[in-house]
């Protein structure tokens, strides 16, 4: 048998390959016209007898192949890929994914359909790191349908399959397992509030009526199993409520609810979580107050946070609740966050490094804000009960209701004058 042809053997080579470019490179590669003309259909087009010129150099075919500067590399890898038997056995041909799209865009080109499969195949199947990806999306769009394969996992999903991994991970984020998954939940949660975010992109899910139904479903369950714990503090002496598994799973939940509130107010059914939150407002208090350590005040603090947000659903009316349910509200949780922010201060004034009770200064404004806005929209007798209390009260300073008062006192003593003008 012959011996296998080998690129650059000058003593049997037909015919030369001269790459050139535009900044002056020149080389000349000795190849064998068999091979060129059986893979590439370029080579084949130019070394027939259809070709109109025939240029001869050192006494063999020449053929010319001007590239970018950037490409000539590709080029020169392309014309030695013809010498090798690509038949999958052997992957590691293309030395990463920068370096066999150039080459994938040169068999194009010259008409490579072996090498371009090849490529097409290994690109369709190895990981790609961020700036490879956008690369690949600025360059495979426009080649045509036979590199379409590389796109596929950037395709859009359809709306079922979308639909199906939502739910499943809604379930995933709103139960309670281990806590060596809490990095998996957390993440679960990080992408369900993503993909109903609507930022440079529209939503990639818009929650239909089933799907709502399907998120009030899983805050039901959540709040039942929580429900439960609270029951289960509420009849043990108050020393087991500080035991370390209690507390964690107590705090787990309020995680859910404050990442929960999130999700409902994007999906705009806050209300389910409003009502349940009150309905469970006077157990939460009562176990609060049952333990003073500075654990419980962590815990106070996560209360708080979720409190702001449930209040806030209530005070600029995206709640709608009937006035005994908000009267019940501040009375509740006024008295709460009064006697909780001077401890939360204390201890980050002790322990100032301590991210555990870090707090946005921010947060406690917006809640005082809310309580003047929900104060104000209560009857005006409800109104004078509780800002009678708050005048009376050592923690006067926090929250401020120096507003409500002022409104209320103006609306007081021009109530008859106004009714009469109505009437």
């Known amino acids: 048998m012959d011996a296998p042809s080998k690129i650059g053997d000058r003593s049997t080579s037909d015919v030369v390959v001269r790459l050139r470019t535009l900044e002056g490179r020149d080389e000349w590669i000795y190849c064998h016209s068999d091979i060129l003309v ?39 890898n392309v014309l030695r890929l013809f010498y090798v038997v690509i038949d999958g056995s052997v992957d590691d041909l293309w ?17 490579c359909p072996q090498i371009v499969t090849a490529c097409v195949n290994y690109l369709e199947a190895v990981p790609w790191e961020e700036s490879e990806e956008e690369e690949i999306l600025r360059i495979i769009p ?67 009526d089933d799907i ?21 503090y509420l009849c043990e002496p108050a020393e087991s409520v500080d035991e370390a598994g209690k507390m964690t799973l107590f705090q787990s939940y309020l995680a859910d609810f404050s990442w929960a509130c999130q999700l409902l107010s994007k999906l705009e059914i806050m209300r389910v979580f ?47 609740l009937p006035t005994t349910k908000r009267l019940r509200m501040v009375k509740i949780w006024l008295p709460f966050v009064r006697i909780t922010k001077p401890l939360i201060d204390s201890v980050m004034t002790s322990d100032y490094d301590s991210l555990e009770f870090k707090i946005d200064g921010e947060l406690w404004q917006s809640l005082e804000s809310t309580f003047v806005s929900i104060l104000l929209a209560l009857p005006s007798v409800n109104q004078a009960e509780i800002l009678t209390e708050w005048l009376e009260n050592e923690y006067i300073r926090y929250p401020d209701l120096t507003e409500a008062f002022e409104v209320w006192c103006y609306r007081s003593k021009v109530a008859n004058r106004r009714l009469a003008l109505i009437e």
Not at 39 to 49: G, I, N, Q, V
Not at 212 to 232: A, H, P, Q, T, Y
Not at 278 to 297: F, G, L, R, Y
């Open 212 to 232: 709502k139904s399907e998120v009030k479903d899983c805050v039901g369950r959540l709040f039942s199993r929580f429900n439960n714990l609270l029951e289960v």
């Open 274 to 320: 409003v009502n349940s939150w009150v309905d469970a407002s006077d157990k939460i208090v009562a176990i609060m107050q049952s333990s003073p350590t500075v654990e419980m005040i962590g815990i106070k603090l996560k209360v708080v946070e979720v409190v702001a947000k449930v209040l806030e659903s209530i005070g600029y009316g995206t709640v709608i």
């Open 38 to 76: 059986e893979k590439s259909k370029y080579f084949a087009d130019r070394l027939s007898d259809n070709w109109p010129t025939c240029q001869i150099l050192d006494s063999r075919n020449c053929v010319e192949v001007y590239c970018q500067e950037l490409d000539f590399d590709h080029h020169v």
């Open 142 to 208: 426009g080649m045509g349908s036979e590199v379409e394969p590389i796109l596929a996992r950037l395709q859009p999903v359809n709306l079922s399959a979308i639909r199906g991994i939502f739910i499943s991970t809604l379930r995933f984020a709103m139960s309670s397992p281990p806590s060596l998954m809490n990095d998996l939940k957390s993440s679960a949660q990080e992408q369900l509030e993503y993909m109903v975010t609507e930022d440079d992109d529209s939503p990639l899910l818009i929650a239909d």
């Open 95 to 111: 030395n990463g994914v920068k370096n066999a799209l150039g080459i994938l865009q040169v068999g194009i080109q010259l008409g």
